[in-house]
């Protein structure tokens, strides 16, 4: 069975098929959570962009985009959709594909921009160029388990160390070539 997004996360767990998952959404109390960092989204633009350092929405506008489909089990789409939203920005979608490496791939090639979260985006192609958001986004990165699961000793070990090796509310920065 395959399981995707933050609501397979959750089956996963509640199945038992694994005992410690990651989500950017917010959780029911049936599960625990923690926040593990924070993933800043950015805009991809192709290498022959001509774009500013400092972009905005009217500049993004002027490509084709790329974006994870518009659909209830995706949390980027929805965190990314419910930012424009709010901002009352329409952004409509030329693409709408499902793997994060295929929407880079495709920004490489030149068919399009996008908003993507850092982590979703890595390893960025060093022709690829990176733009921050002008009204940022970040994603939580939330680790879960279910509330008074009996884990083996090495769960917990794990978690343990997680909780002592990283930051509260790290935002993730990418290591310097």
């Given at each position: 069975m395959?399981?995707?997004?933050?609501?397979?996360?959750?089956?996963?767990?509640?199945e038992?098929?694994?005992?410690?998952?990651?989500?950017?959404?917010p959780v029911?109390?049936?599960?625990?959570?923690?926040?593990?960092?924070?993933?800043?989204?950015?805009?991809?633009?192709?290498?022959?962009?001509?774009?500013p350092?400092?972009?905005?929405?009217?500049?993004?506008?002027k490509?084709?985009?790329?974006?994870?489909?518009?659909?209830?089990?995706?949390?980027?789409?929805?965190?990314?959709?419910?930012?424009l939203?709010?901002?009352?920005?329409?952004?409509?979608?030329?693409?709408e594909?499902?793997e994060d490496?295929t929407?880079?791939?495709?920004?490489?090639?030149?068919?399009?921009?996008?908003?993507?979260?850092?982590?979703?985006?890595e390893?960025?192609?060093?022709?690829?160029?990176?733009?921050?958001?002008?009204?940022?986004?970040?994603?939580p990165?939330?680790v879960?388990?279910l509330?008074?699961?009996?884990?083996?000793?090495a769960?917990?070990?794990?978690?343990?160390?997680?909780?002592?090796?990283?930051?509260?509310?790290?935002?993730?920065?990418?290591?310097l070539?």
């Amino acid at each position: 069975m395959e399981y995707r997004g933050d609501d397979g996360v959750e089956q996963a767990l509640r199945e038992g098929r694994v005992d410690v998952g990651l989500t950017c959404m917010p959780v029911t109390t049936e599960f625990e959570s923690w926040q593990l960092l924070r993933d800043e989204y950015i805009v991809l633009f192709p290498p022959q962009a001509d774009v500013p350092n400092q972009i905005t929405w009217a500049d993004l506008a002027k490509f084709p985009v790329i974006l994870p489909p518009n659909n209830d089990t995706d949390s980027c789409s929805l965190l990314i959709r419910g930012h424009l939203t709010r901002l009352g920005l329409p952004l409509t979608a030329a693409y709408e594909i499902v793997e994060d490496s295929t929407i880079v791939s495709m920004v490489s090639r030149g068919l399009g921009a996008t908003i993507i979260a850092r982590l979703a985006a890595e390893p960025l192609p060093p022709e690829i160029q990176i733009r921050d958001l002008p009204d940022a986004l970040e994603r939580p990165i939330r680790v879960i388990t279910l509330s008074d699961a009996l884990h083996p000793p090495a769960v917990y070990a794990f978690l343990d160390t997680l909780r002592t090796s990283v930051q509260p509310e790290l935002t993730y920065t990418p290591a310097l070539a």
